[in-house]
């Protein structure tokens, strides 16, 4: 079994920056490729920020230039650095683990003035 910790969540104002981390546990060795996800209120979940596990990025365009994911494989641990947060970055923010469809809690983030 494989278990998601999501931290680093809260309240913002705009501009502000924030760094949600990501912790595995469980019967795994490596956590592969990982994503992080963003829903908001009444939206469905989307795909934020995905690293494989050779350190290849990809990002929603609408966070390109602000938010950097980032992986360290010894701590089993997956980082999104969010810079420059707007309003419409809030949201609940979840962590995957792709191979195995593995989610965690979700920490939520509140962008607001």
């Known amino acids: 079994q494989v278990r998601l910790v999501e931290s680093g969540g809260g309240l913002v104002q705009p501009g502000g920056s924030l760094r949600l981390s990501c912790v595995a546990s469980g019967s795994i060795f490596s956590i592969g490729t990982m994503g992080w996800y963003r829903q908001a209120p009444g939206s469905e979940r989307n795909l934020v920020a995905i690293?494989?596990?050779?350190?290849?990025?990809n990002y929603a365009d609408s966070v390109k230039g602000r938010f950097t994911i980032s992986r360290d494989n010894a701590k089993l641990t997956v980082y999104l650095q969010m810079n420059s947060l707007k309003p419409e970055d809030t949201g609940l923010y979840y962590c995957?683990?792709?191979?195995?469809?593995?989610w965690g809690q979700g920490t939520q983030v509140t962008v607001s003035s």
């Open positions: 995957r683990k792709l191979d195995g469809n593995y």
């Open positions: 690293i494989t596990s050779g350190g290849s990025t």
